[in-house]
């Protein structure tokens, strides 16, 4: 089956250094979603991204699709204590489908 | 709007009781989610549903039954739990009209099976 991959699994940072998260998928997607969740809370949608090679921006956030739709990167610049998460790539694997599989996350700590 | 609740919030069971979650969306959604999530692996699709009266297998089905009989309502059924399914449960809903298939999540139950 589908499988989706993210790395780093954990990243400690320094406040105001650059973040960036891998997302692999064994798959092409359709489209992709970055999520955050705070520790202790519920993932939160962040963004969609549909078009291969598409790359959006949300103030600090740059977010990336792969022209073969089968990665993503989402990478965080002068990072913040607020940015301490986890975050969450999905997609599924077939348009038109809603069966989302999720990424194995990547664990972000912010060192003030 | 509430968005997305869920019921208990917290809940320990011992190995082959049996339990119901409730998942409750006051947004008009088509489509909601079960999910589990574990550590490291991040959340995995138990079953999941695209309309009222209707649900479909996702990627870890075994042990848990759903059902989708009000359109704001998805309720997940554990008949035998095991301490495999202790975990953290998300529910989540999103809107079929959207291009953009935003999932809005609950807050969560955890499980902690005996």
């Known amino acids: 089956g589908q499988q989706v991959m993210q790395i780093p699994q954990y990243q400690h940072v320094q406040e105001g250094e650059d973040f960036t998260t891998y997302c692999n998928s064994s798959t092409t997607l359709s489209n992709i979603q970055w999520y955050k969740q705070r520790p202790g809370g519920h993932p939160v949608f962040l963004i969609q991204l549909v078009k291969s090679g598409e790359v959006k921006k949300q103030k600090r956030l740059t977010f990336q699709f792969g022209e073969a739709k089968k990665n993503s990167s989402l990478h965080i610049t002068a990072t913040q204590t607020t940015d301490v998460g986890t975050y969450f790539c999905a997609g599924p694997p077939t348009s038109g489908t809603y069966k989302y599989i999720f990424g194995t996350g990547t664990r972000l700590k912010v060192l003030a | 709007n509430a968005g997305v609740t869920q019921t208990p919030k917290f809940r320990v069971l011992k190995t082959g009781q049996s339990m119901t979650l409730l998942c409750a969306q006051d947004?008009?959604?088509?489509?909601m989610y079960w999910y589990r999530q574990d550590p490291g692996m991040g959340l995995r699709l138990i079953h999941y549903?695209?309309?009222?009266?209707?649900?479909a297998k996702g990627e870890v089905p075994d042990g848990y039954n759903v059902s989708r009989l009000k359109k704001q309502n998805f309720l997940l059924g554990l008949e035998s739990a095991a301490p495999s399914q202790t975990s953290v449960y998300f529910c989540a809903s999103s809107y079929s009209g959207q291009a953009t298939k935003t999932q809005y999540f609950g807050p969560g139950t955890r499980l902690l099976v005996l």
């Open positions: 549903s695209v309309g009222e009266g209707t649900t």
């Open positions: 947004m008009n959604h088509e489509y």
